[in-house]
């Protein structure tokens, strides 16, 4: 029976004590490393798109998508203390529920990484193109080389995102000859970012005019199922600005003391980017506006859509918060603080960089475990003989990363990210409750509180916000699950380790093929 194969929980751990990967991460560690993941793309970029979708409302979408985030990582805290392995929610899926279904969160898993490392790789070019070559270098680049064609129709000039391009290969490069994120490193660039958000705030928050707020909610909070607009449409795309809060579990096998640090990991760096996001969404529609420019039917035109493309190339909308390819920078130019936004931009460019390094090493961890458990063929993680790296799964992402960053927009590849995420979020809400039931009496170091409620609540958050991605995103996900489907029938039924009987054989036949280490 399919369903039945489900990893035993004592196996999984024996295999990680067997051969653990080196615990070193402390809970501050841990905590930066989690704002080093989600602070990125989503709040140097995303802010234009959410400013679109949802006006001033932005700052309620930020509320309703860290609220998501916040129950979900209460769930995700209980279950990563007491499974500090390696594979976030696709091992979570397989302790509880089985096999086939741990399939389909790791595929998803593998969607939401490489697809958020092609949106940040697209952030980053906006900066790039911005700050380092218009503002510093006076080079303006040809249209046509600066931004993919924009949405499914086609837009003004647009044809390759050149930067986005080279930057997703040069991190792949960079993964694949074993050049990885050091915590001390990550330490740095995370306070690069949070110094470069806090110089906005201070900047911005004291020329804030309550008029700028009004109408607080242009779009309304329910834009239409599908719609994609709204404050709760805005939240679906902005939830982007979080995710990456996960890729703390991810780390719980080389954490120490896990039980503790993994939830304050979790939760702490959560709350910190939550409160940021806010006031930085308080600075930017405060200071120069953020009404979304409305279509003849009195709905704003979609956010990365040719349409709206058009709009901003008119003059009379050019300087507009919502055609911005690089937000906050734009934002602190436009009330006469050009030089810190052109440090702002250098930040950004500096920084966004290790956001992609960390979701191209994330994905290539879930490749590994998926491997190493006879899901996916072991070649994938196959090593390089001089750069002891896992070169063919590497080199296979980052040209998937790379082809969609040349070719969508930003606000389409988060909400097509978020989708992945979101089932992931969903299953591991369902892990926690099940095992509950299943395991009552088994040690918990960390249990969620009232989880008869907040269960539930990251479920149905997790389902809202799914059904408000416009409908492009949404039918994403099923898409990507046939495929993944056909995958694991043709090859993952009949290849699984657990449907062979062998248990604790994941890591043995991969000794001298141990994972890329932060």
Not at 20 to 35: D, K, N, P, V
Not at 211 to 226: D, T
Not at 255 to 262: A, D, E, F, M, S
């Amino acid at each position: 029976m399919i369903f039945g194969r489900v990893k035993p929980i004592d196996a999984i751990l024996a295999t990680a004590e067997k051969k653990s990967l080196h615990r070193s991460l402390g809970a501050l560690q841990l905590t930066l490393f989690g704002i080093g993941c989600v602070i990125g793309t989503g709040i140097f970029v995303l802010t234009s798109a959410g400013a679109q979708k949802a006006g001033p409302g932005l700052m309620l979408a930020f509320a309703i998508a860290g609220a998501i985030c916040i129950v979900a990582a209460l769930c995700y805290a209980e279950i990563a203390a007491m499974l500090p392995v390696a594979g976030s929610a696709y091992t979570y899926t397989y302790s509880v529920m089985g096999e086939i279904l741990a399939w389909s969160v790791g595929w998803a898993l593998v969607l939401e990484y490489a697809v958020a490392a092609s949106a940040v790789s697209v952030g980053w070019s906006g900066y790039f193109s911005g700050t380092i070559l218009n503002e510093f270098l006076g080079i303006q680049l040809p249209a046509y080389l600066a931004a993919g064609p924009l949405a499914f129709g086609g837009a003004p000039g647009g044809f390759i995102n050149l930067p986005a391009v080279v930057i997703a290969l040069l991190v792949t490069w960079l993964l694949m000859i074993g050049t990885t994120e050091s915590a001390r490193v990550n330490a740095v660039l995370v306070a690069i970012k949070v110094t470069a958000l806090t110089a906005f705030i201070v900047l911005t928050l004291p020329q804030v005019e309550m008029e700028k707020f009004n109408p607080f909610l242009p779009a309304g909070v329910f834009g239409g199922l599908g719609s994609g607009i709204g404050a709760v449409g805005a939240a679906a795309t902005i939830f982007f600005a979080y995710v990456g809060f996960d890729a703390v579990s991810t780390a719980a096998e080389e954490t120490r003391n896990p039980q503790k640090n993994v939830p304050i990991g979790l939760i702490g760096s959560l709350l910190f980017c939550t409160i940021f996001y806010i006031l930085v969404a308080a600075g930017a529609v405060g200071t120069i506006g953020g009404q979304p420019i409305m279509g003849p039917n009195g709905i704003p035109f979609p956010a990365g859509s040719a349409e709206l493309a058009r709009q901003c190339a008119m003059p009379e909308y050019s300087g507009m918060l919502v055609c911005s390819n690089e937000a906050l920078a734009h934002v602190l130019r436009q009330i006469g603080f050009s030089g810190v936004g052109n440090m702002l931009g250098i930040a950004a460019f500096v920084a966004l960089p290790s956001v992609i390094l960390i979701l191209l090493f994330g994905q290539t961890r879930i490749f590994f475990v998926m491997s190493r458990d006879g899901l996916l063929p072991e070649g994938l993680s196959k090593i390089h003989p001089k750069w002891k790296t896992p070169y063919v799964v590497t080199a296979i992402t980052g040209s998937v990363v790379a082809f969609a960053a040349a070719f969508l927009p930003v606000g389409q590849l988060a909400d097509i990210a978020n989708a992945g995420t979101l089932y992931a979020f969903f299953m591991v809400a369902l892990a926690v409750m099940l095992l509950r039931k299943s395991e009552p009496n088994r040690p918990r170091p960390f249990r969620t509180p009232a989880l008869w409620l907040v269960g539930p609540l990251t479920m149905a958050g997790c389902v809202f916000l799914f059904i408000n991605l416009p409908f492009e995103a949404m039918i994403v996900l099923p898409s990507w699950a046939i495929i993944g489907f056909m995958i694991y029938f043709a090859y993952g039924y009949r290849k699984s380790h657990l449907g062979q009987g062998r248990v604790e054989v994941h890591e043995s036949d991969l000794e001298q093929n141990a994972p890329i280490h932060d």
